[in-house]
């Protein structure tokens, strides 16, 4: 059993940057591939970023390439997200998600276990 908490979120203005962490509990926690979602009001939760087990491997949506940065600190348990040249349409809540094999999916439904989620508000 895996336990996901997000956090990190909050109000920025278009150009900035946040880092979201990802904390896990769980001694399996370092085989799992670690994803992170965004879900938009009104909108269905997309897939952003994934980062394998080892985290030599990532693999990101269109429209954060250059801009996100996924990472991971085994030794800590935790996955990070760094958002950076934020603009409106990453507004959302953000999800992140564990996956228990050696896989790297991009898809909600290969998901495992799942955190609460963490609002990100860019402002214009």
């Known amino acids: 059993q895996v336990q996901l908490v997000e956090s990190g979120g909050g109000l920025v203005q278009a150009g900035g940057s946040l880092r979201l962490s990802c904390a896990a509990s769980?001694?399996?926690?370092?085989?799992?591939?670690v994803g992170w979602f965004r879900q938009a009001p009104g909108k269905e939760r997309e897939f952003v970023a994934v980062?394998?087990?080892?985290?030599?491997?990532?693999y990101y949506e269109d429209s954060v390439k250059g801009r996100f940065t996924i990472s991971r600190d085994n030794a800590k348990n935790t996955v990070y997200l760094q958002m950076n040249s934020l603009n409106t349409e990453d507004t959302a809540v953000y999800y992140c998600?564990?996956?228990?094999?050696?896989?790297?999916?991009?898809?909600?439904?290969?998901?495992?276990?799942w955190g609460q989620g963490t609002q990100v508000t860019v402002s214009s």
């Open positions: 769980g001694r399996t926690f370092s085989s799992h591939a």
């Open positions: 980062i394998s087990y080892s985290g030599r491997s990532t």
């Open positions: 998600a564990a996956h228990r094999t050696f896989l790297m999916p991009t898809t909600r439904g290969e998901y495992d276990y």
